[in-house]
């Protein structure tokens, strides 16, 4: 029998409790494939940070890396200062491993309200391709002391390394804070390439990138020369959208846009709002995708406004698994897992469908009602 290795960090809030019900449906789909999955369980989060003060320890980092693929449920807790966790593991993850692209589908599914129906008449299919390695999300920045700043510049990125320092003065010793953004060549012409033949296998012509390079010409000037030049070569068409009209034009018709690529704050805002428009956080899956180690998480975070109440719905985990055996070549598994899904929605008892929803599904009883299915 075929065996997986998979490291599995659940994290804070409802983290636990999707990637619960998700690991079950995943380990089915295997049995019915003919493969079994080792789970790899890591402590790592809000719990483990405040009784021992540690993070994420690099030993751990390194084994994770031995692994076939990594589960993630969500990390961030509201007695823990923000930046702390997420930073600390999510990103710190997602740089190790130089997880270039961050994909998130925004699919409509059957039965799922959508806030704003689109006028086709049909549902929504967006993909989205967001850079995640750089932009605003570099972590260059500082405070200043009685005015001044100097910020050590020194990053590592799988692209790249970058030195130097940055030394400024507010005049009159005015406080203030200074967050950096970057952008490189190479990384915006790898996830413009994927954005490209993600848009080729979807069978359309062009990609959408989200801009703003009216307000910030250096970096976003400089991204859209880039991206054009790889569109170009990908021969695919590309349109500019400033993020702002992107947002506009979304909420007024939702099914606007095929694939979107994005720089990594634009394609964190518009991917969130993609998910509100497909029908919520609790159906958007997501991956990070790396030519090393690949990470699979929900789009959404610990909802620490929910955990423990039982109302999270775990689908949006759950497919990201399907996410995840997609990538590990398990195809057969994860189209089992999307369908299982699809039929509960469309033939569950309305009470059965998740609280998010309108029923009354509660987290566990979401997750056997698609564990049936399968
Ligand atoms: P969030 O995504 O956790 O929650 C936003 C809203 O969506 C909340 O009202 C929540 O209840 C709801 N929601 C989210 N997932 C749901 C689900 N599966 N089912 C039903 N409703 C769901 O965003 P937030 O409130 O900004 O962040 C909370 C914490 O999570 C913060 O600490 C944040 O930093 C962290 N966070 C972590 C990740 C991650 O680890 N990947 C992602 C986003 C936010
Ligand atoms: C996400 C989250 C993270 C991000 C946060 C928690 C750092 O919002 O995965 O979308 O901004 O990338
Ligand atoms: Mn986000």
């Not at 954005?195 to 959408?208: D, M, P, Q, S, V």
Request: net charge negative.
């Amino acid at each position: 029998m075929r065996e997986y290795v998979l490291s599995r960090l659940a994290g804070d809030g409802i983290g636990p409790e999707v990637v619960g019900e998700a690991s079950k449906v995943m380990e089915a789909a295997g049995q019915q494939a003919g493969f079994a999955i080792r789970w790899v369980d890591y402590p790592f989060g809000a719990e483990h940070y405040l009784r021992t003060g540690e993070v994420l320890p690099e030993g751990a980092v390194r084994e994770m890396g031995e692994t076939d693929a990594l589960l993630l449920g969500a990390v961030g807790d509201p007695r823990v200062k923000p930046g702390i966790l997420e930073r600390g593991i999510l990103l710190h993850l997602r740089f190790h491993f130089d997880q270039y692209v961050n994909l998130r589908p925004a699919k409509s599914y059957p039965r799922v309200p959508l806030p704003i129906q689109p006028k086709s008449g049909k549902g929504l299919d967006t993909l989205v391709v967001r850079e995640n390695t750089e932009d605003f999300y570099i972590g260059i920045g500082g405070r200043t002391e009685r005015g001044k700043t100097s910020v050590d510049l020194a990053t590592e990125r799988g692209l790249f390394t970058l030195t130097g320092r940055l030394e400024g003065a507010f005049s009159g010793a005015t406080e203030g804070a200074f967050q950096l953004g970057v952008a490189s060549e190479p990384a915006v012409r790898r996830v413009v390439a994927y954005g490209c033949r993600a848009a080729k296998a979807r069978g359309e012509e062009g990609i959408a990138v989200a801009s703003k390079a009216n307000a910030l010409p250096q970096m976003y000037g400089f991204w859209e020369e880039v991206a054009r030049d790889e569109a170009n070569r990908q021969g695919i068409k590309m349109s500019v959208v400033n993020v702002d009209a992107m947002c506009y034009h979304l909420v007024r018709t939702p099914d606007l846009y095929g694939v979107i690529v994005a720089p990594n704050m634009f394609g964190d805002i518009v991917s969130d709002l993609l998910a509100g428009l497909a029908g919520g956080l609790g159906v958007a899956a997501g991956a990070d995708i790396g030519d090393g180690l690949s990470m699979f998480e929900p789009i959404h975070g610990s909802a620490p406004d929910i955990a423990g109440t039982g109302s999270a719905n775990p689908i949006a985990t759950i497919l990201t698994g399907a996410l995840l055996l997609n990538h590990i070549g398990e195809q057969g598994a994860a189209t089992a897992v999307e369908r299982a899904v699809t039929e509960f929605l469309e033939q569950a008892a309305p009470k059965a469908l998740p609280r998010e929803f309108g029923g009354d599904g509660t987290t566990t009883a979401v997750g056997e009602a698609i564990l049936k299915r399968l």
